[in-house]
């Protein structure tokens, strides 16, 4: 031992440093066999001495069977395989740089969770999970720990990498996301906040050819590398080189699918298949194109989930510009099926860390100073949340689409699900209950044409509006509501299970806690004027630091769903921009964040271009693009989904009435200037024939409020003969004014968009219209116009001198609204409309 009197190591089972000595790989083992023997009485592997503590420990309905492969993995992972190298064993045993000073429960103090999480600690074993769970520590261990005798450690930041293959699992890779600048020069320009222009690529065979799908960034390069792979597997043969084709992209994107679904929580995997099929069978599309799958992924979604799941998996931004009535359901399933795994997979991550944290304080008490087992490389591993909780956002426009949405959430967890509170979910997001008479007998008949005459008024008022404020929905647009997932929890004898089916059943589920208190939820449902006000509610207090907003609990969100964003756009986007403004800010209150567990870019205040924004409408609007184009700073790049309209297809054909439909466009130079100029050409050119003429029986749509408020004042100064129907407006100030205008003792009507939206009157009396501005909805166009004549059946009724006047229709637009055009006339009519040298178009 001459030669090593420079040497100064450390015996991990001592408390003293031994100068001179050097041990061995095998003495030391020797001697940790003999310190484990002396505590645990004979017990000399690490794996059998996990084994002993559980067993000393465990339930009565203790299964020893499940926990076989859960050993197995510990034995390798505690270093006792003969392959491990000595520096690889003790970076093992030593745990996390500083850990006597880690919390090993979550650092959010859940308390009403770390019951949980104390019993899974010991019993995990009897989960079913818990072997994935195994595997999923060893392949962790392996990637980022382990090498062979010999190897030399690579460096953290050149094990980073920069593009998301289809064999990595994206959902473990998004919480080892390294801060921006811990990377080098060459990583950063792949990774800048802005990633290059849109693209688009082939969906042949897939979706429509009227559907648009590009992207940019990280995932179009993900993309043209499975083009690549996949361009010569498939045969050539006598196929047609069309088919051909054809057949190759769809297995593109099947392929670009099955990487990250392989890597779904097989909780939620082995009910998808369940709860998607009545999604399938409801899109004609989805279920045509299911035939025409090549196998694996592509029977299990539709042809639009193929297309969004990719990006939706590897943490792209994502805008669907296309959601009809019919593929809503495929829509929302594959939303939720993507939060539900990114939030079990963070619960887990953490759960897992926990134990591995409190096991290795519990095996190194004989440790003098566990800093020096420990590197700078491995402390990244062990960041496995944010400053707080939460880690999805949700915005939904009404109770009811809460609900739905939430109950989804449960299908697909299936049995595994263990639901708190869902009665006063049914109570209180649940559908409404409607008594229908008093009981007499005198009043059943008319009870009966009441009710009939209510069920012939909600269908004229159609599909849609009957599923956001029917009768019997919850149309509640204040709201908001907290959701904590436990993972790993074990069933006890006497619990009850859900009433969904699909699961395998097991000695372990899903908590599923309800109206949980947002800091200690991991997934916020709300309205956005319900999170609004309750992040505002001190302002009443008078005191101004007081009154700011709380948005703590927003400093850590994963992912932002921003779902039905063209009903959210009729209550008022702006509380949708302020919340998106408020969210991934550092934290103001830091006292109980454990910052030796919050993952690097948080810290360095980059959470927003990790962060995930996905939204969903309709339609494509001004207000939806820019919101999206300022918020959308994900460094995995974008997915945007629009759908073009042919001539065919656009809504004006479903007009039904004989009336000259002219569209006027009015000079503008500005989007923030299209109001004004719209009035000062209705005021010039307008508004001076209709009092000349003393036109009657006029109607005038105006899509936006303020231009409301606009017009009313103009009408007032001009002393003109009005009546007004609002959202605002009682119902006895709106029927009176209905029944005034029928009768032609008002003139004009105003008529707003969203007194329309809302509740769909059907006006009477109009022989002229006038729309002020376009329609955000295409369907509003033909069932405005349809109204035209309505109730003017008799000559009596309106005259002769207006019978006599021909039906009109005019329409006031700005090239600034292409996107509403193209819905109402197609985009070849938009476009030519838009940018053409004319200004008036008509059509017959």
Not at 407 to 432: C, F, H, T, W
Not at 724 to 733: D, G, I, K, P
Request: glycine share 6%.
């Amino acid at each position: 031992s001459s030669s090593m009197e420079d040497a100064v190591a450390e015996d991990p089972l001592s408390n003293r440093k031994k100068k001179g000595v050097k041990s061995t790989f095998d003495d030391f083992l020797e001697r940790k066999e003999g310190v484990v023997k002396e505590k645990f009485g004979g017990v000399s592997s690490m794996g059998q001495q996990q084994r002993f503590l559980r067993k000393k420990n465990q339930p009565e309905s203790y299964n020893s069977s499940d926990d076989s492969s859960s050993d197995d993995s510990e034995d390798e992972m505690n270093g006792v395989a003969n392959g491990g190298s000595f520096s690889t064993l003790l970076k093992r045993i030593s745990g996390p740089k500083k850990s006597s000073h880690r919390m090993v429960v979550d650092s959010h103090g859940d308390s009403d969770d770390s019951e949980d999480d104390t019993e899974s600690d010991s019993d995990t074993s009897s989960s079913s999970d818990v072997s994935d769970d195994s595997d999923e520590d060893m392949e962790d261990e392996s990637s980022g720990s382990s090498s062979e005798e010999g190897e030399e450690q690579p460096d953290s930041a050149k094990e980073i990498e920069t593009k998301t293959t289809a064999a990595e699992d994206p959902y473990e890779a998004h919480f080892s996301k390294p801060a921006l600048s811990k990377l080098d020069s060459s990583q950063s320009t792949q990774v800048a906040p802005r990633t290059g222009k849109l693209r688009k690529v082939t969906t042949a065979s897939l979706l429509s050819s009227s559907v648009d799908v590009q992207m940019s960034g990280r995932l179009l390069d993900s993309w043209d590398s499975i083009v690549k792979n996949v361009g010569g597997t498939v045969p050539n043969g006598k196929t047609p080189k069309k088919k051909q084709s054809n057949l190759q992209t769809r297995k593109a994107w099947e392929e670009f699918a099955a990487g990250p679904n392989q890597h779904v929580k097989q909780v939620l995997s082995r009910n998808w298949k369940n709860v998607n099929k009545s999604a399938l069978k409801r899109s004609a599309r989805g279920a045509r194109k299911e035939s025409e799958s090549t196998g694996g992924v592509g029977k299990e979604f539709s042809a639009l989930q193929l297309a969004m799941y990719p990006a939706v998996a590897r943490y792209a931004d994502v805008l669907i510009s296309s959601e009809t009535r019919q593929n809503r359901d495929e829509i929302s399933n594959l939303l939720s099926l993507h939060i539900l795994n990114h939030v079990l997979t963070s619960r887990t991550r953490v759960q897992r860390h926990n134990r591995r944290i409190k096991d290795l304080t519990n095996s190194d008490e004989n440790i003098a100073d566990k800093n020096q087992l420990d590197d700078e490389e491995g402390d990244d591993k062990w960041r496995d949340q944010g400053y707080t909780r939460p880690k999805v956002l949700v915005l939904l426009p009404t109770r009811g689409t809460c609900w739905k949405f939430i109950k989804g959430m449960i299908e697909q967890l299936g049995d595994a699900s263990i639901v708190d509170n869902e009665e006063r979910l049914e109570k209180e997001y649940g559908p409404l209950e409607h008594c229908s008479g008093n009981g007499e007998d005198s009043d059943e008949e008319e009870d009966d044409q009441a009710m009939a005459r209510r069920a012939s008024v909600l269908k004229q008022k159609g599909a849609e509006w009957n599923d956001l404020f029917g009768d019997d929905v919850n149309n509640d647009d204040d709201f908001k509501m907290g959701i904590s997932l436990t993972p790993n929890v074990v069933r006890s004898a006497g619990k009850k299970k859900s009433k969904y089916a699909g699961g395998a059943g097991g000695a372990s589920g899903v908590s599923v806690k309800l109206f949980a208190e947002f800091y200690r939820s991991d997934i916020i449902l709300a309205s956005p004027i319900g999170l609004a006000m309750a992040t505002t509610s001190n302002a009443e207090d008078g005191d101004e630091e007081e009154a700011e907003a709380d948005v703590d609990f927003l400093s850590s969100i994963d992912i932002c769903l921003v779902a039905r964003s063209d009903v959210l756009l009729m209550q008022n986007w702006d509380h949708v921009n302020s919340l998106l403004d408020s969210l991934n800010r550092q934290p103001k209150k830091v006292a109980d964040i454990d910052f030796s567990r919050v993952r690097s870019y948080f810290l360095e205040g980059q959470g927003a271009h990790w962060r995930q924004l996905i939204v969903v409408s309709k339609f494509t609007d001004p207000y939806i693009s820019s919101t999206f184009r300022r918020h959308a700073k994900n460094v995995e790049g974008q997915l945007k989904i629009r759908r073009n309209v042919p001539a065919d297809d656009a809504s004006i054909s479903d007009v039904m009435v004989r009336v000259k439909q002219v569209f006027q466009r009015v000079a503008c130079q500005a989007v923030s200037d299209a109001g004004t100029n719209r009035l000062r050409y209705f005021t010039d050119h307008v508004l001076p024939k209709l009092i000349r003429l003393k036109q009657k029986h006029t109607l005038i749509y105006i899509p936006s409020y303020f231009d409301f408020i606009a017009v009313r004042n103009l009408f007032l100064k001009r002393e003109t003969d009005f009546v007004s129907v609002t959202e605002y407006a009682r119902v006895s100030e709106v029927s009176r004014g209905r029944a005034r205008f029928l009768q032609g003792r008002k003139s004009i009507m105003l008529y707003t968009g969203r007194a329309h939206f809302f509740l769909r009157h059907k006006i009477k009396g109009a022989r002229h219209v006038i729309f002020f501005g376009v329609p955000e909805y295409d369907e509003f166009y033909p069932a405005v116009v349809n109204m035209l004549n309505e109730g003017l059946t008799n000559v009596e009724d309106i005259g002769e001198d207006v019978s006599r006047t021909p039906m009109s229709c005019l329409s006031l637009f700005t090239k600034f609204d292409a996107h509403q055009l193209e819905r109402i006339l197609g985009t070849s009519h938009a476009e030519r409309m838009v940018k053409g040298q004319k200004n008036s178009y008509m059509f017959c």
